[in-house]
């Protein structure tokens, strides 16, 4: 069965940083594409960053040079380092692994930037 569990989400004030971790199980972890994604409360899913299994990453232009999306195939987890967060990026954030035709999604953690 496979999980994917996220963690690091929390309170923090504009300026500052956080760090996500989806660990993964139950799956060839390093075949997998990896991605964040966010969704903010009346508003759709959107990809924020991913990175292939090669180690190819592609950001939202939102976050471009603010946050920094990283894996570890030892560990079977990717990270999401946030600095400089802002208000705009409170959301639930969302780890995805994907290798075609499969969808896995994790529960979420709550980020939220106080401003």
């Known amino acids: 069965q496979v999980q994917l569990v996220e963690s690091g989400g929390g309170l923090v004030q504009a300026g500052g940083s956080l760090r996500l971790s989806c660990a993964a199980s139950?799956?060839?972890?390093?075949?997998?594409?990896m991605g964040w994604y966010r969704q903010a409360p009346g508003k759709e899913r959107e990809l924020v960053a991913a990175?292939?299994?090669?180690?190819?990453?592609n950001y939202a232009d939102s976050v471009k040079g603010r946050f920094t999306i990283s894996r570890d195939n030892a560990k079977n987890t990717v990270n999401l380092q946030m600095n400089s967060l802002k208000s705009e990026d409170t959301a639930v954030y969302y780890c995805?692994?994907?290798?075609?035709?499969?969808?896995?999604w994790g529960q979420g953690t709550q980020v939220t930037v106080s401003s």
């Open positions: 995805k692994a994907n290798l075609f035709p499969l969808n896995y």
């Open positions: 990175i292939s299994s090669g180690g190819s990453t």
């Open positions: 139950g799956l060839t972890f390093g075949s997998y594409h």
